[in-house]
């Protein structure tokens, strides 16, 4: 949300060559803030400084902070940006509004960029607000602090649950009392209902239609006594004998490293305990047996003390023990196509076989070590060190495994990564019959299909996917390049053409609603036959002989053909049992491009039936066939 632009303002900026692709306008933030810029202006920030770092994005600054002096910087990532907190930098990115929150959309521009010029500039100081000023009520006012670094003064936490991960705290202590809307989009805890709070520091983010405070971590809560005690947030094996366990904040060298402080079940015992040397939140675990593969292992902690001595309660998780095969962790339940073991904790090893890098796609994928087979694929979306993972590498990867639209996946962060090894020879593809069928047993797999016939090329109708069968009745997506639309995901520069033959290998994705096969490259492309563009006849050939478009089709449909010469031919239409259904050409035709068009008649006049038919082209030197699908 913005003031009303100024029109001295709009046409300096018009004639400044504000467009994407052209030289940025450069403002600085209080002027975006207060509409002395239109929307959608490329820009360029300097020497502002970044104060917070979400996984989507950064918190700016203008140095001289104060009112309308923060702007959120999204960079689409699924993982923190690499530039930290107190950066000066130099920022370039459209300026718009998204949902009611100003940001520069760095990901909408090949323009953007952003350059740290300092890495080691100062955080402007908190300015200190009381709740009533970043109210949704108060929208004149709250709109002054938007993505400003704020702190709010004596706060009890209530236990009210908005959802989505936002929270209330209640001010104490002044005359008139107002409730501050707080958010967990950076990683800390939130205090406990009723632990009171001197101060809270963060962010203040407009979303949703409501305006909240985003504190950048625990160290932004300064509470009235101790700090809570920790709770244990997750477990995860490393190794076949060892451990990794978080807390949700700090821990207590002393406690944590105890021994006896940790039991787990199935006979297992806890023989040493190691604070992480980067992170006070990691304990880990080393165990005096080995566990056992695809066994759930139930851990309960307690006496572990935060940094101000408070104990904590016993708790409990559960995780499955050592490092457990794809296909364990992809394989569905009975009758579901939900991994059986989604929403746990669960460390799987692979060989990764395909990597996207691309917009929306930042992937690889993990086939099983004992090679192709059934659930024997899974996706892990890795965004931040996607760099640092090639094709052939063996992984170890410790997460949460959940279905994320019906799709078996891991994403960054890691509890635990490892690669294991790397150059190692890629399994070959598994054979994948297009039969339309139930494809779950290949989600995420490498697969191949085989002598297929391009049907339907893609179009903005279709997301610019296009699709391939073997029979003409069952069709199988294959995922876009996007040629048609400038899209980003060039994987490949095949251009798909009605009738094309083709073996195409990919992996195997399910998305809105069905099977997709996504080719990583175009040595996934093997072209049996191209079907020239326009039909044109290439040299050495006497005709050739197009797919029908649409296919399948109702009412009717187009067939192209083209000859090398003048001569005899005819186009003929049979039905399965080789009767023959239409003739729609007969007599001396010229060389070049032919197009007629078939309306689904029979030579007596009756309209045809639903099913398969073919058509035949016959010239003096040969005869051509291809099949096309009515459906009624």
């Not at 950066?87 to 509004?97: A, K, L, S, T, W």
């Not at 659930?375 to 410790?398: C, F, K, P, Q, R």
């Not at 099977?515 to 049996?528: A, E, G, M």
């Not at 032919?594 to 045809?608: A, C, I, K, L, P």
């Amino acid at each position: 949300m913005k003031k009303l632009f100024s029109l001295l303002m709009l046409v300096v900026v018009f004639t400044s060559g504000a467009a994407y692709g052209q030289d940025p306008f450069a403002t600085t933030i209080y002027d975006l803030n207060n509409g002395l810029v239109p929307l959608d202006t490329l820009v360029l920030l300097e020497d502002v400084v970044i104060t917070g770092v979400v996984a989507y994005g950064l918190y700016v600054q203008e140095q001289a902070s104060g009112e309308y002096s923060g702007i959120f910087i999204y960079t689409g990532s699924a993982n923190p940006p690499a530039e930290e907190v107190g950066n000066i930098c130099d920022i370039i990115g459209p300026y718009e509004e998204y949902q009611g929150l100003a940001e520069l959309n760095l990901p909408m521009s090949t323009s953007s960029s952003i350059t740290v010029t300092d890495p080691d500039g100062t955080v402007p100081d908190p300015i200190l607000v009381r709740a009533v000023q970043v109210k949704t009520t108060n929208p004149d006012e709250a709109e002054k602090w938007e993505s400003v670094l704020i702190y709010a003064e004596n706060l009890n936490p209530l236990a009210d649950d908005p959802g989505y991960g936002a929270y209330f705290a209640m001010e104490f202590d002044f005359a008139i009392n107002d409730t501050l809307r707080l958010d967990d989009a950076f990683d800390h805890s939130q205090p406990n209902p009723g632990q009171l709070l001197d101060s809270v520091t963060g962010c203040v983010r407009y979303s949703y239609n409501e305006f909240n405070v985003n504190p950048r971590g625990n160290e932004d809560f300064v509470y009235n006594g101790a700090a809570p005690a920790p709770n244990l947030e997750w477990a995860v094996a490393t190794g076949a004998n060892t451990v990794r366990i978080r807390f949700d904040r700090d821990v207590e060298q002393t406690s944590a490293e105890l021994v006896t402080n940790y039991m787990l079940g199935g006979g297992l015992t806890v023989t040493a305990a190691a604070i992480d040397t980067e992170n006070a939140q990691i304990v880990n675990l080393t165990l005096g047996a080995d566990m056992t593969v695809e066994t759930l292992v139930s851990m309960i902690v307690f006496n572990v003390r935060n940094e101000d001595g408070v104990p904590m309660a016993p708790q409990n998780v559960d995780f499955w023990g050592n490092i457990n095969s794809i296909v364990f962790a992809s394989t569905p339940d009975a009758g579901a196509d939900s991994s059986a073991i989604a929403q746990s904790y669960v460390t799987v090893t692979g060989i990764v076989h395909s990597k996207f890098d691309g917009y929306g796609k930042s992937h690889i994928y993990l086939g099983d070590l004992s090679g192709p087979g059934d659930y024997s694929g899974l996706e892990i979306y890795m965004n931040a060190s996607l760099d640092l993972v090639n094709v052939g590498d063996i992984v170890v990867i410790g997460d949460y495994i959940y279905e994320y639209f019906a799709m078996t996946c891991m994403a960054e962060p890691f509890f635990y990564f490892d690669i294991l090894s790397s150059g190692n020879p890629v399994p070959d593809p598994q054979v994948m019959v297009i039969d339309g069928g139930d494809y779950e047993v290949v989600e995420g797999s490498l697969v191949e299909v085989q002598e297929v016939v391009v049907v339907e090329r893609g179009g903005d109708y279709n997301f610019y996917d296009w699709n391939v069968s073997q029979d003409g009745l069952n069709w199988l997506k294959i995922d876009s390049v996007n040629h048609y639309s400038g899209g980003y995901d060039d994987f490949y520069t095949y251009v798909e053409g009605l009738g094309d033959t083709l073996n195409i290998c990919g992996v195997i994705r399910y998305a809105f609603g069905e099977y997709i096969l996504q080719p990583r490259s175009d040595d996934d492309i093997d072209i049996i036959y191209q079907n020239p563009v326009g039909v044109e006849v290439t040299p050495g050939a006497y005709a050739v002989l197009g797919q029908n478009f649409p296919n399948p089709f109702n009412p009717k449909t187009e067939i192209s053909f083209a000859l090398a010469s003048d001569g005899l031919a005819s186009l003929e239409i049979f039905d399965v049992q080789g009767r023959l259904v239409k003739t729609l050409v007969s007599g001396k035709l010229g060389a070049g491009s032919h197009t007629v068009t078939w309306n689904g008649d029979t030579n007596q006049g009756d309209m045809s039936t639903s099913g398969m038919y073919f058509y035949r082209l016959n010239t003096s030197h040969e005869t051509l066939t291809r099949r096309m699908l009515l459906l009624k």
